[in-house]
């Protein structure tokens, strides 16, 4: 039976708990963002070597489990360096690496929807690589993936119950910790999943309603 006290009881550790899952949400959602940007740079490079590399990087942590780069970052890297990587980093940057593999897909079909016209006209006015990409290429190749960009933020911030396996407290954690101490597991998991129904579901609106301004924009 649904225990309404032992609800109200529990509800601010797991509250607390939603608070640190948003945050390491953002901390790797930032992470994935320009480390996807640097190698959706790199796979373009003129540099072969470069490009093949960053492409064989891409594809061993697409193809290898999330929980087992992170379990390497956590438990296996201070075994190889004596370098202890806390908690909190190791589940940034783990899920941030894995998700900047696919966020450089999403920048590169940015980058190769605008008009090659663009390209010839930096070339034309002599802006340098730099200038090119800085005030030319990537303000026109952002904006229309941002939905996108927006949709990986929630799918990322739906992994994070993986970081319990590495300590991290957020809220699978907090609730298995609360199941353990009363022995009662339904209020604990359905609260879990009902706090991320709704932070998904406002981050989805919150999606839609900027691709249709984006779309307004572009006068689509």
């Known amino acids: 039976m649904w225990d309404w006290n032992y609800v109200w009881d529990i509800l601010p550790q797991l509250l607390s708990a939603l608070k640190m899952t948003v945050w390491v949400t953002i901390c790797a959602f930032v992470v994935a963002l ?3 940007l640097l190698l959706a740079f790199a796979t373009r490079s003129r540099f072969k070597l470069l490009s093949l590399i960053t492409k064989g990087i891409i594809e061993f942590i697409r ?3 999330l929980l ?4 390497f970052l956590y438990y296996s890297l201070p075994l190889l360096t004596g370098i202890s990587i806390p908690a909190f980093y190791a ?3 783990g899920l941030g690496l894995h998700y900047s593999t696919y966020l450089s897909e999403v920048y590169r079909s940015g980058i190769e929807g605008v008009p090659k016209g663009q390209w010839e006209a930096a070339t034309a006015l002599n802006y340098t690589k730099a200038k090119t990409w800085r005030s030319i290429i990537l303000p026109q190749a952002v904006p229309p993936i941002i939905p996108v960009l927006g949709n990986y933020l929630i799918v ?3 992994e994070t119950p993986i970081l319990c396996a590495i300590t991290l407290v957020e809220m699978m954690l907090t609730a298995k910790n609360i199941v353990s101490q009363s022995f009662r597991a339904f209020e604990p998991y359905t609260l879990v999943g009902i706090l991320f129904l709704i932070i998904s579901y406002i981050a989805s609106l919150l999606v839609q309603r ?4 984006l779309n307004l924009q572009r006068g689509k």
């Not at 087992?68 to 379990?71: A, E, I, P, R, S």
């Open 68 to 71: 087992v780069q992170v379990f």
């Open 91 to 93: 589940g940034v940057i």
């Open 63 to 65: 193809n290898t489990p």
């Open 156 to 158: 990322m911030f739906k």
């Open 34 to 36: 320009i480390i996807g």
């Open 210 to 213: 900027l691709e249709k301004r």
